[in-house]
């Protein structure tokens, strides 16, 4: 059954097929990624994620850095929108986020891009999954990871457009 999402946590890594890493928020789950990377990952600018999410009858987060849980605080509370964007991505550097949000009786939205709201801030309907996938040529050179918090549990990381969630429309 699908349930509505209080909290969302992700990273970037450059190596794409690597480990899915252990962060806040509960436990890792290992994956493999048939994409191999053209560079060097060694030479790669370490890049990452920010992230803020839209609280139901409250206001949107701060934005929060990879590696860090952003959820709601109040018993019950849930997420209605959601916008990210990248850090550390060098001036001339082809990559970018797309992420589209379930919202609770909507089914999948349309992809946003690099920093604008996917969902419904000031809505009702809460988030049920999300997905993220990089874009840009240097997007074969890294992978971006996430899950989310729903029925009281952290889903199993996913990666690269896979659905982080269990959605029900």
Not at 19 to 34: C, F, V
Not at 48 to 57: D, E, M, N, R, T
Not at 137 to 142: C, D, G, H, K
Request: aromatic share 10%.
């Amino acid at each position: 059954s699908s349930g509505y999402v209080p909290g969302f946590g992700s990273y970037v890594d450059s190596g794409p097929g690597a480990e899915l890493k252990e962060t806040s928020g509960g436990s890792d789950a290992q994956g493999t990624s048939d994409t191999q990377g053209t560079s060097d990952t060694a030479s790669l600018p370490d890049i990452g994620v920010s992230y803020a999410a839209f609280i139901h009858g409250g206001n949107w987060s701060p934005d929060t850095p990879d590696h860090t849980v952003v959820k709601a605080a109040l018993p019950g509370g849930f997420i209605t929108a959601f916008r990210a964007h990248l850090e550390g991505v060098p001036e001339g550097f082809d990559l970018g986020v797309s992420y589209s949000v379930n919202l609770s009786g909507s089914w999948w939205l349309p992809e946003s891009r690099n920093g604008a709201e996917n969902g419904g801030a000031g809505g009702d309907a809460p988030l049920e999954g999300v997905r993220f996938r990089l874009t840009g040529a240097e997007a074969v050179n890294y992978d971006i990871c996430y899950r989310v918090l729903q029925n009281g549990s952290w889903t199993d990381w996913v990666r690269n457009g896979e659905t982080a969630g269990t959605v029900s429309a």
